[in-house]
């Protein structure tokens, strides 16, 4: 299995390097979703390969990398939407005619890539400052990617995604920082900032040096999350760059960026500090879920309404976080998967739309369903799988989140989880509604873009559905490991 996760650590530096020489955009393209969906099947096999490994532990160079269950299940979300990116992107490029489209297109699949190697070494890092370092890496190639499209409205967005994103990893920065300061006299002066020897020295640090650590490293890296009020880059930077880094961004960047909030969180915890951490995750849950709640009543773009979603659904898993508990701990973890598929496949579809309509304004789409008759279903089933309806996989995350609620007696927040949960779903459903079903425009040419923009949602709605209907038993028990990691942190 350390070859495995060596292989998910190179393949897409080779593909970067591959896309960026290549002169042929039909051979990048091909080998660029071919590579992906490579990295996509190494990911489910070292996902099945942590939870059989002696302690369910891989690790390769010398424990430079290590992956447990619970950076295992943000592995596998990283796979999920990075191995069918480029596949979507291949028809999305299709008939593009900008004048300078073969510059485009390299630098294009090379920093999707870029991005998606960062996304992929993060969770699989033990040293808390070279995971703080590829988290950074997250901010630069996805800020390059926001603003590849060259318009005004995508340089501005990701100027600002670079000035909030890379303020907010300062003070992440100094949480690492901080974090290693409290270990200085139980580690001595010079020692690495492995979690593995943090964990394990938890019990013996400075209680209040470690909370002060995780309240900078929240606030720093939950800027990264999309939390309430440090998310002000995000619906900017997911709906002004172009549809397959918005999947991106969404499905898997902002799960990243939690897994790092997670690890510092789990130290915390085991210094006595739980309760006040928990109190942390509540309160910036309940903010981050009502404000985006609210927003997402008022939009007009349909990118930015799925760009508040998010900011809805990282809210969520941090609530349920804070709830403890296995059963929520175990739904928060699948809800993280669950989200990356269905948030990639509504992206996927929204990209589609925008592509055949020219448009990201609500009331100008009308009638997809009878434009688009492959993407229309599709694009409906991923809504209502994102408003949380059965028999899809939200439905189970949430629904396991809010039982788990309910045994820690948590019933005003699990309240709040329900009635702006709500909220969002008729959101949603009230905006594109009218968007699938209205009467379509006599104008609008009739047909799907490209054919390979309907798989990668069609691939996304196996995994959507089918965790709805159950959940695989190799997939159970990853999860309960990973949950298991959060014990003693109630």
């Known amino acids: 299995m350390s070859a495995v996760l060596i292989l998910i650590a190179v393949i897409p530096l080779v593909l ?63 796979g999920l939407v990075y191995g069918l990116t480029p596949l979507y992107t291949i028809g999305y490029l299709h008939g593009d005619e900008r004048p300078n489209l073969p510059v485009f297109h390299r630098n294009f699949f090379s920093l999707v890539h870029l991005f998606g190697w960062s996304m992929l070494t993060a969770p699989c890092l033990n040293n808390l400052a070279v995971l703080w370092i590829a988290v950074e890496l997250t901010t630069i190639f ?23 994103a890379s303020a907010g990893l300062a003070l992440a920065l100094l949480g690492v920082v901080l974090l290693y300061y409290a270990g200085v006299s139980t580690l001595g002066n010079s020692y690495q900032p492995d979690w593995t020897t943090l964990i394990a020295a938890a019990p013996h640090l400075s209680s209040s040096l470690v909370r002060l650590a995780f309240v900078v490293a929240l606030i720093g890296f939950g800027t990264k999350v999309g939390l309430v009020p440090m998310h002000t880059w995000l619906p900017d930077a997911h709906s002004e760059g172009p549809t397959p880094v918005s999947a991106m961004l969404s499905g898997a960047l902002l799960a990243v960026a939690l897994y790092a909030v997670f ?65 929520a701990l175990y ?24 592509r055949r309509y020219e448009t990201r304004e609500i009331d100008e789409v009308s009638g997809i369903i009878a434009v688009m008759p492959y993407t229309g279903p599709l694009l409906l089933v991923a809504v209502l ?58 104008t609008t040419a ?7 923009m309907v798989v990668a949602m069609a691939l996304d709605l196996i995994v959507v559905v089918g965790l709805g209907l159950g959940v695989p038993p190799p997939l159970n028990s990853l999860l309960q490991q990973a949950a298991g990691l959060f014990g003693g942190t109630r």
């Open 16 to 78: 970067a390097l591959l896309a960026a020489l290549s002169e042929s955009r039909r051979l990048t393209g091909l080998v660029s979703a071919a590579g992906a969906l490579v990295v996509l099947g190494l990911t489910m096999v070292l996902a099945v390969g942590v939870t059989d490994a002696h302690g369910h532990v891989v690790t390769a160079l010398d424990g430079g990398l290590r992956l447990d269950p619970l950076g295992a299940i943000f592995l596998l979300t990283v």
């Open 142 to 164: 996805s800020a390059l990617l926001v603003a590849l499209e060259g318009t005004d409205t995508s340089l501005e967005a990701a100027w600002k995604y670079v000035l909030i």
């Open 263 to 327: 690890r510092v969180y789990l130290i915390a915890a085991r210094t006595g500090a739980a309760d006040s951490a928990r109190g942390l995750l509540l309160g910036f849950g309940i903010l981050t879920l009502v404000t985006a709640a609210f927003f997402v009543l008022r939009q007009r773009n349909y990118k930015r309404l799925l760009a508040y979603s998010s900011v809805e659904n990282m809210g969520l898993l941090t609530l349920a976080t804070a709830f403890g508990g296995p059963l």
């Open 331 to 354: 739904g928060m973890l699948l809800h993280v998967i669950n989200h990356g598929a269905t948030k990639s496949m509504v992206f996927f579809g929204a990209g589609s739309v925008s």
């Open 385 to 442: 799988a994102l408003g949380g309806l059965p028999p899809f996989g939200m439905f189970r995350s949430e629904l396991l989140m809010l039982t788990g609620g309910l045994t820690q007696g948590q019933y005003a927040p699990v309240a709040v989880f329900l009635g702006f949960v709500s909220v969002l779903f008729l959101g949603l459903m009230f905006y594109f509604t009218r968007m699938i079903w209205r009467p379509a425009p006599s």
């Open 446 to 452: 009739r047909g799907e873009v490209h054919g390979l």
